[in-house]
Every structure is written in C-alpha cells, then in structure tokens.
C-alpha cells in the first residue's frame, strides 16, 4: 500500500500567518475607505469588489475556528496577499496599460506562489509499502456446538468469531494475505472474510483431522 501526506512544519493555526493576513485586510480597507474608489468607474467598483472579498475572508479565516489550520493558512495568505497585489496594480492601469499591468501583476503572483510556501516550509511525503506476501489462514468450526453462546443472552460462540475479527480485517489485510475456511464434517474455503458473517453453525460434528 502507498501512501501520500502533506504537513506544514513552520507555521500552526495562530502564527504569523494570521498576522499577516490581518494587515493585508487593514491595508485593504484603508485603502478602500480612502481612496474614494467608487468614484472611479468600473475599474473602482472592481477594486472595492476584490477588497470585500479579501476582507471578509481575513474575516472569517480569523474568527471561525474550524479555519484556524495551517493548510487553509498557506492557501489564505497567498489569496490575499494576491488581492492586494491586484488592487494596487489597478492602480497604475493608466500609467502602465493593460499588457503591462497584467504582466507584472502575474509575476508578482508567481513570486508570491513561490515565497508563501517557504513561510509555511509543507512536505509532501509519499510512502511506500510492500505488498505483504506471507499467507495467515483461518480455520472456524461450523459445527452444531458453535451456535450455542457462552454466556447466558450474550452473542453465539460463531458470532463471536465475526465480532473478533471484524475490527481487525484491515490491520491483517496491511500484513498478511489472508485465507478463511469452515469446517465440520467437510472443508471449504469461503471466497472473502465477509462471509464469515453469515456462517451458520450446523455441522453434525467437529471432524478436526
């Protein structure tokens, strides 16, 4: 079995992060109080538009607590430090022109992609696991004795079998390859261990050898 895993080793749920997320919302609202922008035609409305979105989610990630991960931090951070980025060049769409603001606004974006995670420091794991080889076998008595309990009202001693192993199947398949058989008066294998939920205990008798 192969597995992936992603952790983040610097930062937690309150770090930096949070700081710094929480200017970035400041800087933004400032910015969209003072700076009069509805009074700018589309180009301000856009403006304002971006700033509610990076206020309201600084909002949210800070005060509801099933945001306070790293993971939704890495993500979050980059979003509005982007949303900054892109109300400020809005700013210089005049003076630059539309080619070139988006140009060095999507480089701006590329080097926050690239300087958020070294804030946060993430892994990426992947770990390999053999296939396991060596088999395990499970042999359960079907016999007329197995579907008697042995405590007055409790489970018969067949269901016992499937309340044992039930919770264990997982931890046997990552170890074993596993094979199940009933017995009584004959032998069988039975094709899953879901089966063994089923068995019925009916055998004439226990023929061991």
């Given at each position: 079995?192969?597995?992936?895993?992603?952790?983040?080793?610097?930062?937690?749920?309150?770090?930096?992060?949070?700081?710094?997320?929480?200017?970035?919302?400041?800087?933004?609202?400032?910015?969209?109080?003072?700076?009069?922008?509805?009074?700018?035609?589309?180009?301000?409305?856009?403006?304002?538009?971006?700033?509610?979105?990076?206020?309201?989610g600084?909002?949210?990630?800070?005060?509801?607590?099933?945001f306070?991960?790293?993971?939704?931090?890495?993500?979050?951070?980059f979003?509005?430090?982007?949303?900054?980025s892109?109300?400020?060049?809005l700013?210089?769409?005049?003076?630059?022109?539309?080619?070139?603001?988006?140009?060095l606004?999507t480089?701006?974006?590329?080097?926050?992609?690239?300087?958020?995670?070294?804030l946060?420091?993430p892994?990426l794991?992947?770990?390999?696991?053999?296939?396991?080889?060596?088999?395990?076998?499970?042999?359960?008595?079907?016999?007329?004795?197995?579907?008697?309990?042995?405590v007055?009202?409790?489970?018969?001693?067949?269901?016992?079998v499937?309340?044992?192993?039930?919770?264990e199947?997982?931890?046997?398949?990552?170890?074993?390859?596993?094979?199940?058989f009933?017995?009584?008066?004959?032998?069988?294998?039975?094709?899953?261990?879901?089966?063994?939920?089923?068995?019925?205990?009916?055998?004439?008798?226990?023929?061991?050898a």
């Amino acid at each position: 079995m192969n597995t992936w895993s992603f952790d983040i080793t610097r930062q937690s749920g309150w770090d930096w992060w949070t700081a710094l997320c929480g200017v970035a919302a400041f800087v933004l609202l400032c910015h969209g109080g003072l700076g009069s922008l509805w009074r700018r035609g589309a180009r301000g409305w856009v403006a304002l538009a971006l700033i509610a979105i990076g206020v309201t989610g600084t909002l949210l990630v800070l005060l509801v607590p099933d945001f306070h991960s790293a993971r939704v931090g890495l993500v979050w951070t980059f979003v509005v430090l982007s949303i900054l980025s892109a109300t400020f060049y809005l700013e210089l769409l005049d003076r630059l022109g539309a080619g070139r603001m988006l140009t060095l606004l999507t480089l701006r974006i590329v080097a926050l992609a690239l300087l958020v995670p070294m804030l946060f420091e993430p892994v990426l794991r992947y770990i390999s696991h053999r296939k396991p080889e060596r088999p395990i076998l499970f042999l359960v008595d079907t016999s007329g004795s197995m579907s008697f309990p042995d405590v007055q009202n409790g489970p018969t001693r067949i269901q016992s079998v499937w309340q044992t192993l039930s919770p264990e199947l997982d931890r046997i398949k990552s170890h074993f390859v596993p094979r199940y058989f009933m017995f009584a008066t004959g032998f069988s294998e039975l094709k899953d261990a879901q089966e063994l939920s089923k068995l019925a205990a009916d055998g004439k008798s226990t023929d061991i050898a």
